[in-house]
């Protein structure tokens, strides 16, 4: 017989269904996404920081920024190559076939690269699932592995069009971290193939930092998959993923809501006149804005952008450093 996940579609998750999708509907109406691709990006680098940090990788969110854009970067040659490789990965969200094991061990094979000998191979020892050192629950055996992930594939592809892309993508995390196919790169995968199947379902998944939620609420996400362990279900795992994106989307409106609306049109035009990740000095907006005064530029421009997080300075210790550069966000 078919392998078929244990679940249960409970009023709270057909709730949850129901308000992520009008959320998203509202996202859609209110923002243009797709005419700003640095949003892309700046998503990616959020993702791959916060899917990381879960893994204890210590690079902070700017190291994390420079190592994509080739910047220098001290610190560890394993950390800033697990950078590298998941920017790899999520650059190709929108190439492969989510419902495809080969695709999915070939991205393994990416995410993965240089950092662990079995690179795109499934495990041959005996894993488990660990919070820090405490340890949630023991994997199945190795010699199950290749079979489990099998099946649970043969069920998407299978279920793809019966099964709502928000649940579907939820059973397929928790049912991938119980298998714990691979030595390493586990939760980063899990995390990737969710946001690439929810992006194939709606691609403003790939301007929404699914990952940086799990991240805030990082025991919940432990506490989840070991519950759904004792319950033999994924149906608490399917309800807590739901919640975390339910509440980005509601950031994310918000934002969309008092963003445009509440900028002056003094930050408006300083945005337009700057690249993202791009340092400038203030002598260099100057021109860029055809103004005299560093005064005027600071008072009515630059300040009201860094407090509402638009601009930063590269070295906010020293605002009055003739080294300052500002840089848009």
């Not at 993702?47 to 690079?59: C, F, G, M, T, V």
């Not at 196919?181 to 301007?207: S, V, Y």
């Amino acid at each position: 017989m078919s392998y078929i996940p244990p679940y249960q579609i409970t009023d709270k998750v057909l709730a949850l269904v129901a308000d992520i999708s009008e959320k998203i509907g509202k996202i859609t109406e209110r923002t243009n996404l797709d005419s700003k691709p640095h949003l892309r990006k700046n998503n990616k680098i959020k993702s791959i920081h916060s899917s990381l940090k879960i893994e204890a990788n210590s690079l902070s969110l700017d190291e994390v920024r420079d190592v994509i854009n080739g910047r220098t970067v001290m610190g560890e040659r394993k950390e800033i190559q697990e950078v590298k490789n998941a920017y790899a990965a999520y650059e190709e969200i929108g190439k492969f076939d989510v419902y495809n094991l080969n695709d999915f061990k070939r991205l393994h094979g990416v995410m993965t690269k240089y950092i662990v000998e079995e690179s795109g191979c499934f495990r041959k020892g005996e894993e488990g699932v660990f919070n820090g050192d405490k340890c949630i629950f023991m994997a199945p055996p190795a010699k199950f592995v290749p079979e489990q992930m099998q099946n649970l594939f043969d069920w998407m592809q299978k279920s793809r069009d019966t099964v709502h892309p928000l649940i579907l993508a939820a059973v397929f995390h928790y049912e991938f971290v119980f298998i714990h196919p691979f030595t390493d790169g586990n939760g980063r995968m899990a995390r990737l193939w969710h946001t690439a199947i929810l992006t194939q379902w709606k691609p403003i998944f790939e301007f929404i930092p699914i990952e940086s939620q799990i991240e805030k609420f990082q025991d919940g996400y432990y506490n989840a998959i070991a519950q759904c362990h004792i319950d033999g279900t994924s149906t608490v795992f399917i309800e807590f993923i739901l919640e975390q994106i339910s509440a980005i989307l509601s950031e994310i409106l918000s934002l969309a809501g008092d963003s445009i609306a509440n900028l002056s049109e003094y930050v408006k035009r300083l945005l337009s006149v700057m690249e993202y990740d791009t340092p400038y000095t203030a002598n260099a907006i100057l021109d860029l804005l055809k103004l005299k005064s560093k005064e005027t530029l600071r008072k009515n421009y630059l300040n009201p952008a860094i407090e509402d997080g638009l601009v930063k300075m590269t070295l906010p210790d020293k605002p009055n450093s003739r080294n300052q550069r500002y840089i848009k966000i």
